[in-house]
Each structure stands twice: as structure tokens, then as C-alpha cells.
């Protein structure tokens, strides 16, 4: 009895040491990159019929949103959308997922974190409303050297806009 009980409370000690290292990883990996710049949404709409339709939006290189993470476990994430600087608390679930909290009135919505890279991160949250599921994808870059041009963000918004109306 003992054994199995000693086995057990070793199991789950290797496990927490384990989930700690990869939120230490997530971290790292946010903090390291400084700024992040937000390339692209991606709007997901299903209805209780399963209709889906979506929608990207790209952004052009000076209009875009950054943010940045400050602190350790719980972020500050400021995002600066033209002269205004939003502020956000984040917080790392696991190693998949944050906890965003806004300042002013205290709600929460899950964020996962789909792609962290050294040049992306790609994060989504998805809300259930009336039997309308919405999902929001953000792309954010980790520089603004291989943005693409004004020309090429108007046509691929042009695009997107054709194939939403499309369906």
C-alpha cells in the first residue's frame, strides 16, 4: 500500500514539475520576442444548422495592432491600435491556453494558443451565443520585414471579401 501510495504522490510531482517547464517554455518564448505585431483575423461564424461562414481581414504594415508581454506567469498585454494603448491581463493556463481578463470589467475568455514560433503566434477564442458559435483567430508577426505590400493586403482583403459573400 504503501508503495502504490508513494508511487502515486511521486507521479504526480514529476507532472506538476513537467506542466510547470512547459508553461516556463510558453513564457520564455512570449517574452523573448518582445513586440508582436497583428498581421490577420480570421472570423468563424457556425449556426445551430452547421452553416459556417468565415471572413479574413489582413492588415497593412503601418495600421496594425502590437502588443507586447510584460511580467512573469501573469502578462500585462498592451496592444496599441492607432494612438490608443489597450491594456489586458493574461494568464498562462497551460501550455495550450491563456486566460485573458479585461481591466475594466473583469471578464474572462479563454485564448489558445494554436501556433508560437520565433515569427508567429497564432491564438483563438471562440464564444457561444443564442446557438451561434463565433471563433476569432489572430495572427500576430514577430517583424514587419516581410510584410506584404499595400497593393497585395488590399487584394487579399478583396479576396476574402469575395469569398465570404460567395457562400
Not at 452553416?51 to 498592451?78: A, P
Request: contains cysteine; charged residues 25%.
Amino acid at each position: 500500500m504503501n508503495y502504490l501510495r508513494t508511487t502515486t504522490l511521486l507521479f504526480i510531482f514529476l507532472c506538476s514539475i513537467i506542466q510547470t517547464n512547459a508553461q516556463n517554455d510558453v513564457s520564455d518564448e512570449l517574452m523573448k520576442q518582445g513586440v508582436w505585431f497583428l498581421y490577420a483575423t480570421r472570423i468563424e461564424e457556425k449556426t445551430a444548422d452547421n452553416e459556417s461562414i468565415s471572413q479574413d481581414e489582413f492588415f497593412k504594415k503601418d495600421d496594425v495592432s502590437s502588443m507586447f508581454f510584460e511580467k512573469d506567469k501573469v502578462y500585462s498585454v498592451y496592444s496599441k491600435i492607432g494612438n490608443d494603448v489597450l491594456e489586458d491581463g493574461w494568464k498562462i493556463v497551460d501550455d495550450t491556453h491563456f486566460v485573458m481578463v479585461g481591466p475594466d470589467d473583469g471578464s474572462a475568455q479563454m485564448m489558445e494558443i494554436l501556433e508560437l514560433s520565433s515569427e508567429r503566434l497564432v491564438i483563438k477564442s471562440c464564444n457561444e451565443i443564442d446557438n451561434l458559435v463565433s471563433c476569432t483567430q489572430f495572427t500576430y508577426l514577430s517583424s514587419k520585414d516581410k510584410w506584404p505590400t499595400d497593393t497585395e493586403i488590399d487584394n487579399m482583403n478583396a479576396a476574402s471579401m469575395a469569398d465570404s459573400t460567395s457562400e
